[in-house]
């Protein structure tokens, strides 16, 4: 008992830090393609080096909102109540960082693409976590 109680404090951690790596790897790898996305569809102006900055700015805002407090709450939650569940994990990664967006710009949340490539980091954070930790909770 006490030894598989240390082992746990010793694998959520790790699974931890390998889930938040994979939803920021997630969240950039997918948020600059939407980005390199929007500035090639958008009109013609964009090209404007002030405007590409500021646009910049904009994503680096949403990343600076980017915070693991709600994926910690969901991994204290799962872990106390021994939750094997990958759709638990996967769910909750997903929730954690859509509603990002939302407390960043305050009640209208941004527009939807912002919220899809958030939940996917999330979802993806998710399942590396119950990949590693969770299915043994």
Do not use: C
Request: charged fraction near 10%; charge should be negative.
């Amino acid at each position: 008992m006490f030894w598989k109680t240390v082992g746990r404090m010793v694998v959520v951690p790790i699974a931890f830090l390998l889930a938040v790596t994979a939803a920021g790897f997630v969240l950039f790898t997918l948020g600059l393609e939407r980005l390199t996305a929007t500035i090639h569809t958008e009109e013609p102006g964009l090209e404007d080096v002030d405007q590409i900055i500021a646009f910049i700015n904009e994503g680096t805002a949403l990343v600076a909102a980017f915070t693991v407090i709600p994926a910690i709450v969901f991994v204290i939650v799962g872990e106390v109540a021994r939750i094997r569940s990958a759709l638990y994990y996967v769910i909750g990664g997903g929730v954690s960082l859509a509603v990002m967006p939302l407390l960043a710009q305050g009640s209208d949340g941004g527009p939807a693409i912002v919220w899809q490539v958030f939940a996917a980091a999330g979802f993806a954070g998710g399942f590396v976590y119950w990949l590693v930790a969770g299915r043994s909770a």
